[in-house]
Structures are given as structure tokens and as C-alpha cells.
């Protein structure tokens, strides 16, 4: 008798491969994004969407404060269009990275959600930074 593990077979493992590699098009990780920001790497411009109080009690270091209501077009303006950006929130409890992705998707802009939000980021044992501390008024 399977376990309750098992008692829904895997998938077939060419379905598994497309749905596990479909699912990075559309997300990354604190460590990933950790990895790479501030390096030459970088490709890709990171959005803090919970709101600039939140902002500014602390954020993921080089993010850049756009609550997902304010993500219109001339916001995005400066960049440029195969420009990608990376999304979070509070955490998975929070729903805002989603909410800042379907808004950004809808302007034609190439997006991602960064997994786990601001509570993975402090779970992987990486700093925040407050607007007082990267120059930034609130």
C-alpha cells in the first residue's frame, strides 16, 4: 500500500522537466538574487512593492521602492523594454509580488517574483538595509 506520498504517482519525467523548468520563467530565489546583485552579472532591476514605510524600515539591499499600485508606464519609462524586473513582498503569505508582476506583465514588461520575499531573504541569514542607510528619502 503507497503512502500518502505516493498514493498520487510522479509525474512522468518529461512532464515533470517542463513543468519544473516552466516554473523558473516565472520565478527566482533570495539566493539567486542575492547572488548576483551589485555584480556585473546583474541583469535585471530589483522591486521592493510593499509600500515605502515598509521601504524604508528595511529592504532588500539595491532594491528599488514601487508599491505595486504605482507600477504604470511612465514609471517604468527610464528603462528599457527587454528590461526585467524582479518582484517581492513580505513573504508567501503575502500576495503583492504577484499582484506588481500581473501589472508589470500587463505593461509588456518581462517579470519575475522573488520567491520567499523579504521574510526568505532573512531566512537565508542576508541583511536588509533601511532608506536612512542607502541615501534614499522615504
Given at each position: 500500500m503507497p503512502s500518502i506520498v505516493t498514493e498520487v504517482a510522479a509525474a512522468p519525467s518529461a512532464e515533470a522537466l517542463a513543468h519544473f523548468e516552466d516554473s523558473l520563467r516565472f520565478e527566482t530565489d533570495?539566493?539567486?538574487?542575492h547572488s548576483v546583485m551589485g555584480t556585473a552579472q546583474q541583469d535585471f532591476v530589483l522591486l521592493d512593492v510593499r509600500g515605502t514605510e515598509k521601504y524604508a524600515a528595511g529592504h532588500v539591499p539595491g532594491a528599488l521602492d514601487l508599491a505595486h499600485r504605482k507600477i504604470i508606464g511612465s514609471r517604468l519609462a527610464e528603462y528599457p523594454p527587454e528590461t526585467v524586473f524582479i518582484t517581492y513582498c513580505a513573504g508567501p503569505h503575502c500576495n503583492g509580488a504577484a499582484r506588481a508582476a500581473i501589472r508589470l506583465a500587463r505593461l509588456g514588461r518581462p517579470v519575475k517574483i522573488m520567491s520567499g520575499g523579504i521574510t526568505g531573504w532573512l531566512d537565508e541569514g542576508f541583511a536588509?538595509?533601511?532608506a536612512a542607510q542607502d541615501g534614499r528619502a522615504a
Open positions: 533570495c539566493w539567486d538574487v536588509l538595509e533601511s
